[in-house]
């Protein structure tokens, strides 16, 4: 089992930025990938960004260049977001896909409003 835990959320004006974090624990072991994804109420789960296990990247068209994702040694994956705006506005869930399996944490919400 590996438990996944968000923060870093919250409200923040249009043009502003927030970092997230994500700690995860338990068995990680080898993993595909952890990432970062969204989802506002009546749309499914979109995938925001990711970085695999040897580092490569890969963002939403949406958030390119404005959002960055970075992990550490220490089973913690961030995900920076400069330039933010209301279309932003989800709750942003951290995922690690081990290819068998995936977890999920339980989300945290930002919210971009002025």
């Known amino acids: 089992q590996v438990q996944l835990v968000e923060s870093g959320g919250g409200l923040v004006q249009p043009g502003g930025s927030l970092r997230l974090s994500c700690a995860a624990s338990?068995?990680?072991?080898?993993?595909?990938?952890m990432g970062w994804y969204r989802q506002v109420p009546g749309k499914q789960r979109e995938v925001v960004a990711r970085?695999?296990?040897?580092?490569?990247t890969n963002y939403a068209d949406s958030v390119k260049g404005r959002f960055t994702i970075s992990r550490d040694n220490a089973n913690m994956v961030y995900l920076q977001m400069n330039s933010l705006k209301p279309e932003d506005t989800a709750v942003y869930y951290c995922?690690?896909?081990?290819?068998?399996?995936?977890?999920w944490g339980k989300g945290t919400l930002v919210t971009v409003s002025s």
């Open positions: 338990g068995n990680i072991g080898s993993f595909m990938a």
């Open positions: 995922n690690v896909d081990k290819g068998y399996v995936g977890y």
């Open positions: 970085i695999t296990n040897g580092d490569t």
